[in-house]
């Protein structure tokens, strides 16, 4: 039956999967999206980046975003009591839309899903189990009893299974599949708390490094602002026993965040996650592909996670024919698609590694002085060009092209010696 629809399991309802089965479902193939239901009451991922936006308009769902969303028109990166690095994304104008949202994950997941159900797609919830590994044909394949929720699939296994259960990494870990493995050893805490000093303007996220480690503050809509600390898990436990007494310790101690936060009331629960940095070895294989978190994630604070969950399902969607089964050319488009995944996941912790260890804000302080000493027109000029380049890497249009990261190394080698960039470090 050449043009019988494509069967696609899903595993995971996350951005990445709920991304994948939309775009596959209106084309036609036959979705089918297992989710376990096991969504705690706050997730994390509220700062979205620029480039989601222009995905939202591919699935039609800015307005709906925009109901919940809160408009985000760039982010403050504040180092010391001096140093201040705003960054805002009108400097991508002309490239991509100049603002982004902070959404709350709740409602913004079940846009998704909604988006993927609308298109066509079934959802089943229940824990996935998966079996292998099986011999040529299939790597991994659903449990005997995950097909009898499929009655439309006649007890046959599906074309592709797509792995999108997030840091969960199922196909990986039943395949034992190698990963590279990120050098920090941090843990975050994160809560949403009312009675705070926004920030300004509206919608602004603010990074702030710590004594140890990083904050951030994302403000959502009705006044809530999520209030996160990221910092090296021996450094934390020095805070108290729970993630509770740690994520309220570390506010107390910092001045800067005990001065916004005084008449602060939390209002959901301490979520807490660890584990950086991870990219697998392979992001295929014969009868299966991985998608999102599944595959590779990078350090957060540049907030690049779910612009890449639906970037890359955006790009696997593109390697699967939605009707007709797999074709001969598959295997080959699902290793290239890996082989961008991987090199993308790169760009971005490379990019990240320039806040870590204090380079760009180096960079940014060498800049201006120079500007200070030398004002006029080609100082504005260049200042324009470093911004619109360095904005368009942090919204992820600009964050593989070549000559953005050439001008940023070029930048840190002449500007950002170690010694001019060590105060800025992040510990
Ligand atoms: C501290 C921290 C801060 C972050 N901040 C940001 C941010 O500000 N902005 C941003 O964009 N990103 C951020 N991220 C990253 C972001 O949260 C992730 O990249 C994103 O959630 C990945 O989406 P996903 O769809 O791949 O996986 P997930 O959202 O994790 O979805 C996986 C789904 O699979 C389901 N599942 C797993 N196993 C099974 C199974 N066996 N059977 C059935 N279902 C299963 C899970 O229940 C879940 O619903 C942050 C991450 C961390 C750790």
């Not at 297992?34 to 620029?50: K, Y």
């Not at 990221?230 to 005990?258: W, Y």
């Not at 301490?270 to 590779?296: C, H, K, M």
Request: net charge positive; with cysteine.
């Amino acid at each position: 039956m050449p043009d019988r629809p494509t069967r696609i399991a899903i595993i995971g309802a996350g951005p990445a999967g709920t991304t994948t089965a939309a775009l596959l479902a209106k084309r036609g193939a036959s979705v089918v999206i297992f989710d376990d239901g096991r969504r705690p009451e706050l997730v994390v991922g509220e700062s979205l980046i620029p480039l989601m936006v222009t995905a939202f308009r591919e699935l039609g769902i800015e307005d709906e975003v925009k109901k919940f969303g809160m408009h985000k028109p760039g982010v403050t990166f504040t180092i010391d009591d001096e140093t201040e690095f705003r960054l805002s994304f009108q400097a991508v104008a002309g490239i991509l839309p100049t603002y982004s949202y902070n959404v709350p994950r709740r409602e913004f997941d079940q846009l998704l899903l909604d988006t993927a159900l609308r298109a066509g797609a079934r959802q089943i919830t229940t824990q996935v189990r998966l079996e292998g590994p099986q011999a040529q044909r299939s790597e991994v394949r659903l449990a005997r009893e995950m097909l009898e929720h499929i009655p439309e699939w006649d007890g046959v296994e599906p074309d592709l299974i797509i792995d999108a259960s997030g840091r969960r990494r199922l196909t990986a870990k039943l395949l034992g599949l190698n990963a590279e493995n990120g050098p920090r050893t941090d843990v975050a805490h994160f809560a949403h708390y009312t009675g705070c000093i926004l920030p300004d303007p509206d919608g602004q996220v603010i990074i702030s490094r710590l004594r140890q480690g990083w904050s951030w503050r994302i403000p959502l809509s009705g006044g809530r602002l999520s209030m996160g600390v990221v910092m090296n898990k021996d450094a934390a436990k020095a805070f108290g026993a729970t993630p509770a007494e740690q994520l309220e310790a570390v506010i107390e101690s910092e001045p800067r965040l005990r001065a916004i936060a005084q008449g602060r009331q939390r209002v959901t629960p301490v979520a807490t996650y660890a584990n950086y940095q991870l990219i697998s070895e392979r992001a295929s294989g014969p009868g299966w592909a991985a998608v999102g978190d599944a595959f590779g994630f990078v350090d957060p604070m540049l907030s690049p996670g779910l612009c890449m969950a639906m970037e890359s399902a955006r790009v696997l969607a593109g390697c699967i024919p939605p009707r007709g089964g797999l074709d001969a050319g598959t295997p080959a488009r699902l290793r290239r698609y890996g082989r961008w995944f991987a090199r993308s996941l790169r760009h971005w912790q490379r990019l990240v590694d320039y806040f870590y260890d204090g380079r760009i804000f180096a960079i940014y302080t060498a800049g201006q002085a120079m500007s200070a000493r030398h004002p006029g027109k080609s100082a504005e000029v260049i200042e324009r060009h470093i911004s619109s380049n360095l904005a368009g890497m942090a919204s992820g249009a600009y964050t593989s092209r070549l000559y953005s990261r050439a001008l940023l190394a070029a930048l840190a080698l002449h500007s950002a010696r170690k010694k001019s960039r060590t105060p800025f470090a992040i510990r």
